[in-house]
């Protein structure tokens, strides 16, 4: 005689809640890795926008940096493009003429709304020595009416110049 027969039935496949288990984990990952991307785009831009302002800082600097001390070494007449700032105001702090200039995003200098400021100062330093000594600096950051929170920062520089009085 012959044993009865069990029928065993194998689970095969997954259940209805093992699937759903599965796409809610997934679907939690997705959206993770969607939100780093939005995260990193957004500091891949800042990043860009911060190298384009210290390089407008940088450029400026060398600007200032190039100019001829004097315009008529001879008569030591003072270039008056390294004049000092208007007295009582700081040229780094307030938008002010002549020590100011806005740039576009592509990095263009415009008369209207610009991206970026870049602002300078340049004082005279007084020295023992016979030099005559002037000390600049450049400051780029958000032009006004831009987000100040789409820029990170600013970029500031300082450097110092001479040159012999006799």
């Known amino acids: 005689m012959m044993p009865a027969s069990r029928t065993q039935r194998k689970d095969e496949g997954f259940s209805l809640v093992e699937v759903m288990v599965a796409i809610v984990i997934l679907t939690v990952g997705l959206l993770s890795l969607a939100q780093m991307m939005v995260v990193a ?10 190298t384009s302002c210290s390089a407008l800082a940088k450029e400026q600097l060398e600007r200032l940096k190039a100019a001829p001390f004097y315009t ?12 000092p700032g ?17 740039y576009d995003p592509e990095g263009i200098p415009t008369a209207g709304a610009g991206m970026f400021e870049v602002r300078w100062s340049i004082t005279d330093v007084a020295t023992a020595l016979p030099l005559a000594m002037k000390s600049i600096q450049v400051r780029c950051l958000a032009a006004t009416g831009v987000d100040q929170f789409s820029i990170i920062g600013e970029a500031r520089f300082t450097t110092f110049r001479t040159a012999n009085v006799g």
């Open 41 to 50: 785009t957004h500091s891949n831009q800042l990043s860009g926008r911060m």
């Open 72 to 83: 008529n070494p001879a008569a030591l007449t003072p270039n008056p493009i390294l004049a």
């Open 86 to 102: 208007p007295g009582g105001v700081d040229p780094l702090g307030a938008t002010v003429g002549g020590y100011s200039q806005l």
